[in-house]
């Protein structure tokens, strides 16, 4: 027995095939010639992503320099707290050498970033102070260290 | 002090509370929302023309081919607000050709290949074929071709080769109906995989995309119905309408049931991060899930369509009754999005701070253009009804 195929299912079958066919041709030269060169992406964009400047230098580009402020942080509640978290980006600072070109952040404000009391954050993690009430003719710094917290200065 | 750093004083006045940096803005905006909804469309469209085809509905034929033709529309612009709202949309095709299948969004380009080529072409394509080839035949010119090539070059229109037509349609349709199931629970399983997110991060989401999705599909293609008939200036039979309704009034239902268990489950079991999700819902998302999403989405248009289940009485009151209550039901399924997709990104990970989300106007992620590709479907609709308009096919002949 002749089994029957319906026309329209041939027609379609070549269609199908045409379009199977146009989207391995197109797919080969579609796909970038450093995919699959590391890994399931294309290899030179790992180079796209190295061209943005760099403005953070990481942590041991300061150690080079700073390793006597590291000690005193080290023996403090600021321990694990990386430099340019406090002093913002570095990479221009460590390329000149310049005071000029880090930031040396000493207003009441800035330490309130963290330790201004804020009822949404955990309490008993973060020392919290209430800005308006605490020494408040003073800079945090004038007292505190910020290298070493709980040394005080007088 | 605020002059180095002016960026993040501007930041911090519109956040609450205490929120991880990545956090702080929304990755994504407005043009996510407008996916789902889209698809949405595409999906409820799709099974509203099953309906008629496999449970044989005879009122609802009127509304089939409009329903196809719909879904297509829709589907052809579904992929777009995606695209324009990456960084590198010119590479988007790279999904296609080098998938991976740990990858969600990958996969679902192959769902939605699959969806377009196997399920929603070809059943439109065996329906007009018929009627493309007589059209070939009596038209002129550059759409003698048109039709032709449309037609694939198949010209047999033997009695024995238009019943396979039929044949093939039906079983295109049976593979068709979990075929529209599984493309629009595909896109309710991308945010129900987000784990880390318990706005999201639950099994019932791909069903409640589902179910909102074929609310707001057939609103949609009852609207359009009305506004074809409208433009053709042909009567606008009720009776279609009042079948559009009866199926519009369960599946809200439904819709409207598993979110409220979804709703329930959450409140009772109110884990970790409910205290979180109690303030987002009471607060930011006040407006949009209780009044727009609940009130004028939901509960006013459940009464409305109960109220058209008993009402037989005055034709035009019923008409009016209907469009309103398609609009507001779009409105509805439009706020559920919104509620998803811009709900589960203001609360933060540490369940103690919100940010907040300022839609913007112009530009590539904004509502200008998210408004572009919602009326865009509906230019595509036009033309197609006017190359393959329904009105105009051969008629079928009954077996």
């Known amino acids: 027995m002749k089994f029957y195929v319906p026309p329209q299912l041939k027609r379609l079958a070549i269609a199908f095939a045409v379009f199977i066919v146009l989207f391995l041709v197109l797919r080969k030269f579609l796909v970038p010639d450093s995919f699959g060169q590391y890994g399931h992406y294309r290899g030179d964009s790992l180079a796209d992503n190295a061209l943005p400047e760099i403005h953070y230098a990481g942590q041991q580009a300061c150690l080079d320099c700073h390793?006597?402020?590291?000690?005193?942080?080290?023996?403090?509640?600021?321990?694990?707290?990386?430099?340019?978290?406090?002093?913002?980006?570095?990479?221009?600072?460590?390329?000149?050498?310049?005071?000029?070109?880090i930031l040396k952040p000493d207003s009441r404000e800035f330490c309130g970033n963290c330790h201004g009391k804020n009822a949404a954050k955990k309490p008993g993690t973060i020392v919290q102070v209430q800005l308006s009430e605490h020494n408040t003719d003073k800079?945090?710094?004038?007292?505190?260290?910020?290298?070493?917290?709980?040394?005080?200065?007088? | 002090m605020e002059s180095s750093y002016p960026h993040l004083y501007e930041i911090l006045s519109h956040i609450q509370g205490y929120i991880f940096p990545n956090e702080i803005d929304l990755q994504?905006?407005?043009?996510?929302?407008?996916?789902?909804?889209?698809?949405?469309?595409?999906?409820?469209?799709?099974?509203?023309?099953?309906?008629?085809?496999?449970?044989?509905?005879?009122?609802?034929?009127?509304?089939?081919?409009?329903?196809?033709?719909?879904?297509?529309?829709?589907?052809?612009?579904?992929?777009?607000?995606?695209?324009?709202?990456?960084?590198?949309?010119?590479?988007?095709?790279?999904?296609?050709?080098?998938?991976?299948s740990s990858s969600a969004m990958a996969i679902f380009g192959f769902v939605y290949l699959w969806y377009l080529m196997v399920v929603l072409l070809l059943e439109i394509w065996f329906d007009y074929r018929h009627s493309m080839v007589v059209w070939a035949e009596e038209k002129k010119g550059i759409m003698k071709w048109v039709y032709r090539i449309l037609t694939l070059g198949l010209n047999d229109i033997s009695p024995r080769t238009v019943s396979w037509d039929r044949k093939l349609g039906y079983i295109i349709t049976v593979v068709g109906i979990p075929s529209a199931f599984i493309l629009h629970g595909y896109v309710g399983f991308i945010f129900g995989s987000i784990k880390a997110n318990p706005w999201w991060s639950t099994p019932l989401m791909p069903i409640i995309f589902l179910f909102s999705?074929?609310?707001?599909?057939?609103?949609?293609?009852?609207?359009?119905?009305?506004?074809?008939?409208?433009?053709?200036?042909?009567?606008?039979?009720?009776?279609v309408l009042d079948a559009i309704g009866k199926y519009l009034f369960f599946v809200l239902i439904l819709d409207f049931t598993i979110e409220g268990l979804d709703q329930i489950h959450r409140i009772y079991v109110a884990e970790e991060s409910f205290e979180t999700i109690k303030l987002l819902v009471e607060g930011k998302l006040y407006l949009t899930l209780f009044i727009s999403?609940?009130?004028?989405?939901?509960?006013?248009?459940?009464?409305?369509?109960?109220?058209?289940?008993?009402?037989?009485?005055?034709?035009?009151?019923?008409?009016t009754l209907y469009f309103?209550?398609?609009?507001?039901?779009?409105?509805?399924?439009?706020?559920?999005?919104?509620?998803?997709?811009?709900?589960?990104?203001?609360?933060?990970?540490?369940?103690s701070g919100f940010t907040s989300f300022k839609v913007g106007l112009i530009g590539i992620d904004g509502t200008l253009m998210a408004i572009f590709w919602l009326l865009l479907p509906f230019g595509i609709l036009t033309f197609l009804l006017w190359l393959l308009p329904p009105w105009k096919m051969v008629p079928e002949v009954e077996e």
């Open chain 1, 67 to 101: 390793q006597d402020i590291e000690d005193l942080k080290a023996k403090d509640v600021h321990a694990r707290i990386h430099c340019e978290t406090c002093h913002g980006p570095g990479q221009k600072h460590v390329l000149s050498g310049e005071a000029s070109d």
């Open chain 1, 139 to 154: 800079k945090c710094i004038e007292c505190h260290n910020p290298h070493q917290p709980w040394e005080m200065k007088e």
């Open chain 2, 28 to 100: 994504w905006g407005i043009l996510i929302v407008v996916y789902p909804f889209i698809t949405g469309l595409v999906a409820g469209a799709f099974i509203l023309a099953s309906l008629e085809r496999v449970f044989k509905d005879k009122v609802l034929k009127p509304t089939y081919q409009i329903a196809l033709l719909t879904a297509l529309s829709f589907l052809l612009v579904a992929t777009m607000p995606l695209i324009s709202h990456l960084a590198q949309p010119q590479r988007a095709y790279e999904i296609m050709i080098t998938p991976h």
């Open chain 2, 213 to 239: 999705a074929m609310v707001s599909g057939i609103a949609m293609v009852m609207l359009i119905y009305m506004a074809v008939s409208y433009i053709r200036t042909r009567t606008l039979d009720v009776n």
């Open chain 2, 293 to 319: 999403q609940g009130l004028i989405g939901t509960l006013i248009p459940l009464g409305v369509l109960a109220f058209l289940q008993f009402y037989k009485g005055k034709i035009k009151l019923r008409k």
């Open chain 2, 324 to 351: 309103i209550t398609g609009i507001m039901v779009l409105i509805g399924v439009y706020s559920m999005r919104w509620n998803v997709v811009i709900g589960g990104q203001l609360f933060s990970k540490s369940f």
